[in-house]
Every structure is written in C-alpha cells, then in structure tokens.
Antibody, heavy 122, light 107 residues
Framework: EVQLVESGGGLVQPGRSLRLSCAAS????????MHWVRQAPGKGLEWVSG????????GYADSVKGRFTISRDNAKNSLNLQMNSLRAEDTALYYC???????????????WGQGTLVTVSS | SYELTQPPSVSVSPGQTASITCSGD??????ACWYQQKPGQSPVVVIF???KRPSGIPERFSGSNSGNTATLTISGTQAMDEADYYC??????????FGGGTKLTVL
C-alpha cells in the first residue's frame, strides 16, 4: 500500500524558515517524480514544486522560486521542502504527491498524503 | 505563465450528466488530468492522460481534450460525486499547473 506521510509543519513567523518532509513507502520511491502541492484555507490547489527521480529535473512555481528548495533522499525514501523567507501567503496545507516515472508525463499525481499545515503569522 | 480556467461552480440533478470545462491556450496539445476533492480529504485523480480512468474510478467518469478545452463528464451523476474538481496539466517543461477548481453541486 502506497503511503505518503508529511511532517514538519507548524506556526512560524514571517521571514523565518521551515523544512517539510515526506516519508514514502509501498512503492519504489526512486522510480518516480515527486511533488509538493499546497492548498490555502478555503482555496484551490497550487502546485509548489516537483523533482524527478534522480533530481536531474526540478521545477518551482513562480510564487516560491528563489525561496523554496526541493530535494529528495532516495536511500531514505524521503522528499523534502526547505522553505525560507516565509510570508503570510505561504499559509496552507502542504501535500506530498507521487507523480509518474518521467518528468512531464501524463500520468498525473496518483497518490497524495494527508498534508501538513504551515501557518505563517506573527 | 500558463493558466487553466474553470467555472467556479456547476450544478446537476441526480442521474443527469455533469460537464466541467477547463480552458487553456492550446490545451489540446498537452495532456490533462482531473482530480476530485471532497471536504476534509486529499485529492484523488479521476482522469489522467485526457481520458484514462485509474483503477477503482467508476465508468461514469470520462474525459476529453481538444483545442483549448478539456472536459470532465460525469454521466448519471450521483450524490456522492458532489465535490470540488480540479484540472491539471504541465504548463511548461518545468511547471505543473492546476485550474482554479469547480464546485460540483448535485441537487
């Protein structure tokens, strides 16, 4: 059974940093593209970042480019998101999601975690 | 940056057909996916690669994509289909894009 478990969320002051993690199990982690998607309270889904199986392809939404860094540790089946210079508008539930085997493929995000809540407020 | 546009809401009577559209520049040249999200739950993919259904998704869900518009069609809509629906595509070689979401009401 595929499982994605996010952790690391919490309350943080504007301008500070936070690191999210996603523990993956139930599939061959290093075969797949992985993504972070967020959802602000009462709002829609916003893709944040994605990373290919070997970290050779990485993408970011314009809203987080230069502030957030995605990484993965295939030996530990772990996906990470380093979030710096946090803003109030980064407040959201952050989901870890499994993509396809190829960067840019059409298979969609077929498994999602339950999310970890990040609140940016003074 | 690439944008996908969905109607904020769609209403349908039980047993009827619901259609939710997603518009984007030359969207038909890309592949579209659709996600269902019920309150308090994580999204679930219901259509990928324009028209394919993952295992476990009922046959009443179908999709198409041509020109500038992708469409999610739910035939014989049931009360359990009431949810938010999001389209998604790769807007460029480095970015995934979601539509703004459509709230489907079954009444």
């Amino acid at each position: 059974e595929v499982q994605l478990v996010e952790s690391g969320g919490g309350l943080v002051q504007p301008g500070r940093s936070l690191r999210l993690s996603c523990a993956a199990s139930g599939f061959t982690f290093d075969d797949y593209v992985m993504h972070w998607v967020r959802q602000a309270p009462g709002k829609g889904l916003e893709w944040v970042s994605g990373i290919s199986w070997n970290s050779g392809s990485i993408g970011y939404a314009d809203s987080v480019k230069g502030r957030f860094t995605i990484s993965r540790d295939n030996a530990k089946n772990s996906l990470n998101l380093q979030m710096n210079s946090l803003r109030a508008e980064d407040t959201a539930l952050y989901y870890c999601a499994k993509g396809g085997t190829t960067w840019g493929d059409s298979s969609g995000l077929d498994y999602w975690g339950q999310g970890t809540l990040v609140t940016v407020s003074s | 940056s690439y944008e996908l546009t969905q109607p904020p809401s769609v209403s349908v009577s039980p047993g009827q057909t619901a259609s939710i559209t997603c518009s984007g520049d030359k969207l038909g040249d890309k592949y579209a996916c659709w996600y269902q999200q019920k309150p308090g739950q994580s999204p679930v993919v219901v259509i990928f690669q324009d028209s394919k259904r993952p295992s476990g998704i009922p046959e009443r869900f179908s999709g198409s994509n041509s020109g500038n518009t992708a469409t999610l069609t739910i035939s014989g809509t049931q009360a359990m289909d009431e949810a938010d629906y999001y389209c998604q595509a790769w807007g460029s070689s480095t970015a995934v894009v979601f539509g703004g979401g459509t709230k489907l009401t079954v009444l």
